[in-house]
């Protein structure tokens, strides 16, 4: 195998900013490479996107959700950083002083939306908004949520964390 076959292959070599070595059956490659298979950088890429804005604070509550649970964290807007725990089967978000979730904001409708548990899952459905309720930048009615997913409602933007016990077996399976 020549050394860009290497390099191609995701080997040590020049790619990697290092230069490869010889070892003394000529293989070329890192005399101490790991072989165990890993990620393309892309992949690692985005998978280290869902977390680069998580704090090791807002980390350790993602880690202890129970299953059926989740965590809503404001990225944007007027409570930046305020944490929701959906917890139960209808979680209701809006302006009104009663909602289980109140975003004080004229941006916020009276009964915005709603987060619905069905099990471990969550979706998140719009009440008829004035303003309407948006999944990852489009404008929906309802929409299934996956983790890292980013809910606006008005000009709060919350981005969606599941209960990491939740997501083990979809990772195994």
Known sequence: ???TDISQAGGAGEADGESPTTSSNGVVGDATADTTIGFSREAAAQL?????????EEQEAIA???????????RRGPNSGA??????????????????IFLDDVTVSRRHAEFLRHRTAFEVKDL??????????VRIETALLSDGAEVQIGKYRLTFYASRRDLA????G
């Open 1 to 3: 195998m020549a050394d």
């Open 48 to 56: 280290t996107a869902v977390d680069a804005d998580i704090t090791a």
């Open 64 to 74: 202890a959700l129970p299953s059926g649970s989740a965590l809503l964290i404001v």
């Open 83 to 100: 944490r929701f725990l959906l917890d139960t089967d209808v979680t209701t978000v809006g302006r009104h002083p009663d909602a289980d």
């Open 128 to 137: 008829s908004s004035l303003n309407g309720t948006y999944f990852d930048g």
């Open 169 to 172: 077996p979809l990772a195994s």
